[in-house]
Nanobody, 114 residues
Framework: VQLVESGGGSVQPGGSLWVSCVASGTTFSFTTMGWYRRAPGKEREVVATIDRDGRTGYADFVKGRFTIFREDAKNTIHMLMKNLEPEDTANYYC?????????WGQGTQVTVYW
């Protein structure tokens, strides 16, 4: 099983970016998928999650700004990030959980600066 992220990039404060994650090598759906991030010098933290029923959860610091979507047929999740702030600068990692395993992507960089 592989999780491959795409998207991200650099943007000025107030801008928007997409990140996407495609799971390959599996024919089953993840019970929960999500996005985590790690900023330089900080611990990894959860950003947003979505379960197989479409229920979502967000960290307080992104509520109202980030939206997570799931495409089960494609084993894919996306996240739209709006009103980005310099504090959102981090490497964003995709996560997928099955009944007995946890998988991680390699990460995609998001940089917010003037």
């Amino acid at each position: 099983v592989q999780l491959v992220e795409s998207g991200g990039g650099s943007v000025q404060p107030g801008g928007s970016l997409w990140v996407s994650c495609v799971a390959s090598g599996t024919t089953f759906s993840f019970t929960t998928m999500g996005w985590y991030r790690r900023a330089p010098g900080k611990e990894r933290e959860v950003v947003a999650t979505i379960d197989r029923d479409g229920r979502t959860g967000y960290a307080d610091f992104v509520k109202g700004r980030f939206t997570i979507f799931r495409e089960d047929a494609k084993n894919t999740i996306h996240m739209l990030m709006k009103n980005l702030e310099p504090e959102d600068t981090a490497n964003y990692y995709c996560n997928g959980i099955t009944s007995n395993s946890i998988y991680w992507g390699q990460g995609t960089q998001v940089t917010v600066y003037w």
